[in-house]
């Protein structure tokens, strides 16, 4: 790499902890259903944080993943009571974390670790917190604290202020295509994850690296 980065950025939700995790509980109690929950799930909570900000009608993280999750139920014609609800939000703030997240934070040296999410505070600093990453991380940044959902520029822009160096100096990493697109507009170098193999967005914003999961990192040291 040409010009050396300061700070290494991460996104949480299917970066470093996979979401679909909660397919198991949630086919322990809705047999057959885990893996269709756990999909509808995921799409709806991405879709309502869009929506919501779209609409100027901001929530908070957890708030979207619950509504998400009801709308999921019911969209699949499945009992929805409110201890289900309950204890499929539970496992969100016990999500598995990949593999090679453990080595790879080992070993990105003196710069600067982040993590920048949707996520409210109320869900990440518990599931990182239990996961045993916490000590890794110099920041722990959520979107709530400005009310603006990524992939706006302001919530780059947050981001940024609170780590406090230029742009060009951060190198952010999600496994979702519109959230580099984003962080990639706003001018920060960019690594795609890209776990499920998917093809670049037609946005006319590449990331600077593809990798099929954080090893890929490794060359940033």
Request: proline content about 4%.
């Amino acid at each position: 790499m040409t010009q050396p980065i300061k700070a290494l950025v991460f996104d949480v939700y299917g970066t470093l902890f996979d979401v679909h995790s909660v397919k198991v509980k949630a086919e322990e109690l809705y047999p057959e259903h885990g893996e269709a929950i756990s999909q509808a799930w995921r799409q709806k909570q991405l879709e309502y944080s869009f929506l919501r900000q779209l609409n100027g009608q901001y929530v908070p993280f957890s708030q979207v993943t619950r509504d998400a999750l009801r709308y999921a139920l019911l969209q699949l014609k499945l009992h929805v009571t409110e201890e289900n609800i309950a204890d499929l939000m539970e496992v969100y703030l016990k999500l598995d974390h990949y593999p090679e997240v453990d080595d790879v934070l080992q070993q990105m040296g003196d710069k600067q670790i982040a993590v920048f999410s949707n996520g409210s505070h109320d869900m990440l600093d518990p599931l990182i917190e239990q996961s045993g990453l916490a000590g890794w991380f110099d920041q722990i940044i959520s979107v709530d604290d400005i009310k603006q959902y990524k992939p706006t520029p302001a919530s780059y822009m947050h981001a940024l202020n609170t780590l406090g160096l230029k742009r060009e100096d951060v190198l952010f990493m999600s496994s979702n295509g519109w959230d580099i697109t984003g962080a990639k507009s706003f001018g920060f170098r960019t690594a795609w994850i890209n776990r499920s193999g998917l093809p670049v967005e037609e946005l006319n914003l590449d990331p600077d690296s593809i990798y099929d999961d954080l090893t890929g990192l490794l060359e940033w040291k």
